[in-house]
């Protein structure tokens, strides 16, 4: 039972460089969610998939894009990585009942742009 | 004001003690809160959500809500080492599927 996996667990990129982090689920869950966090600054949501097939920005998505490959996988991508995108990326993902909107995270990928 | 707003602290309580967590969020709609503790170096676990007005207790934690004061906390009992981590309130605004994080408090519980 893994739950929320991350890809790769850590990184280090040279700025103008582009990446993908991956992530999968394994619990059959609609909604898919990838935050940043960084010292001082909480969890911040760049982009999340409310289902299959549909992506929204969330509060950071400047210089990123996503994609939903199938139900299982939502993955980041940086186009040019930027010094300013130094963080701990998190995914997470969410089972159908709304209600209770209980999100499971990832491990995270801590990525360090030089 | 932000959305959601937790003292980053650290707070410090002695081994045993009663820690008490503070959250309070912008939105009077807001439906569903959250709380997840975050060890050093790794990912959000939720440890109590609450809907209603009123408290939620599941063993030594409990989760305070009060919707009129726009106010969530949580209690933790006879506080332990291991305990020492950062608490994240959360909270989700009807018609969302997302929730918005504070930026967690640090707790430290000394032997």
């Known amino acids: 039972n893994a739950g929320v996996t991350q890809t790769p667990k850590f990184q280090v990129l040279k700025t103008g460089q582009s990446m993908t982090l991956q992530c999968a689920q394994d619990?059959?869950?609609?909604?898919m969610y990838w935050y940043r966090q960084d010292p001082g600054m909480g969890l911040r949501l760049i982009y999340y998939s409310a289902s299959e097939g549909t992506t929204d920005k969330g509060e950071v998505p400047n210089g990123y894009n996503v994609s939903r490959l199938n139900k299982r996988e939502f993955s980041l991508r940086l186009e040019s990585a930027a010094p300013s995108q130094t963080s701990v990326y998190f995914c997470?993902?969410?089972?159908?009942?709304?209600?209770?909107?209980?999100?499971?995270f990832g491990a995270g990928t801590r990525l360090s742009v030089l | 004001q932000k959305e959601v707003e937790q003292n980053s602290g650290p707070l410090s309580v002695p081994e045993g003690a009663i820690a008490s967590l503070n959250c309070t969020y912008s939105d009077r709609g807001s439906q569903s809160f959250f709380w997840y503790r975050q060890y050093s170096g790794k990912s959000p676990e939720l440890i109590m959500f609450i809907y209603s007005n009123g408290d939620k207790e599941d063993g030594r934690f409990t989760a305070q809500l009060n919707k009129a004061s726009q106010y969530v906390s949580l209690l933790i009992r006879d506080s332990q080492p291991s305990d020492s981590a950062t608490y994240l309130c959360?909270?989700?605004?009807?018609?969302?599927?997302?929730?918005?994080f504070g930026k967690g408090t640090m707790l430290l519980v000394s032997p």
């Open positions: 997470a993902s969410m089972g159908p009942d709304l209600a209770k909107n209980i999100q499971y």
């Open positions: 959360a909270v989700r605004k009807p018609g969302y599927s997302t929730l918005t």
């Open positions: 619990m059959n869950h609609n909604s």
